[in-house]
């Protein structure tokens, strides 16, 4: 859980940061191990302002080959606090939300998961696949016979097959 007491965050302009493990977002099972969260707050009169940038260390399996592989997957996302929103709505680039300074916690722990979950590419891609941010074509070599002589050993019962049948 990632929260703050209201009362606590100096007015203008503050930064924090964080790293929490993957269960206190709520992404275990994810592939995401560690996030390291830099949080930029800015408190006015009548609202604040948390610009979130996280940094994830995520072990994923590649959608081609199967392999497993580390990244760090990075991302942005801004949460606003307001005196006087009738509605609270999330968008995009970030969400807004009524600002409540009696209950004096600032909660943000699911914008957080859900920035962290939304970073995780829809296409996992070992980075041995991607050269100069290009991917590349797969080749699957199946051994040094087929490279050199062309014929593919696997095909010789269904050739012989055919043979047998086109005979009757």
Same mark, same amino acid.
């Given at each position: 859980?990632?929260?703050?007491? $209201?009362?606590? #965050? ?11 493990e993957a269960d206190e977002l709520g992404v275990e099972g994810?592939?995401? +191990? ?5 949080? @930029? ?8 302002? %948390? ?17 497993? $592989? &580390?990244?760090?997957?990075? +991302?942005? $996302? ?10 609270? @709505? ?15 916690? %600032? ?11 939304? +970073?995780?590419?829809?296409? =996992?891609?070992?980075? @041995? $696949?991607?050269?100069?941010? &290009? ?9 040094? =016979?087929? =490279?050199? +002589?062309?014929?593919?050993? @696997? ?9 047998? #049948?086109? =005979?009757?």
């Amino acid at each position: 859980m990632v929260s703050f007491r $209201y009362n606590e #965050i100096p007015k203008g302009l503050s930064d924090d940061l964080l790293e929490v493990e993957a269960d206190e977002l709520g992404v275990e099972g994810s592939g995401i +191990s560690r996030v390291r969260i830099r949080l @930029r707050f800015n408190k006015q009169d009548d609202n604040l302002r %948390i610009q979130c940038q996280l940094s994830s260390l995520a072990s994923l399996i590649c959608d081609r080959s199967l392999d497993r $592989y &580390e990244t760090v997957l990075e +991302s942005t $996302y801004e949460v606003v606090f307001q005196h006087d929103v009738e509605d609270e @709505r999330e968008e995009l680039s970030g969400t807004l939300r009524k600002l409540n300074p009696s209950q004096n916690v %600032i909660d943000i722990t699911r914008e957080l998961r859900d920035t962290a979950l939304l +970073s995780i590419p829809v296409k =996992k891609l070992h980075p @041995r $696949y991607i050269k100069d941010g &290009e991917i590349t074509e797969f080749e699957a070599i199946f051994g040094d =016979k087929e =490279k050199k +002589s062309g014929h593919d050993p @696997r095909w010789d019962a269904l050739k012989e097959l055919k043979q047998r #049948i086109e =005979k009757n």
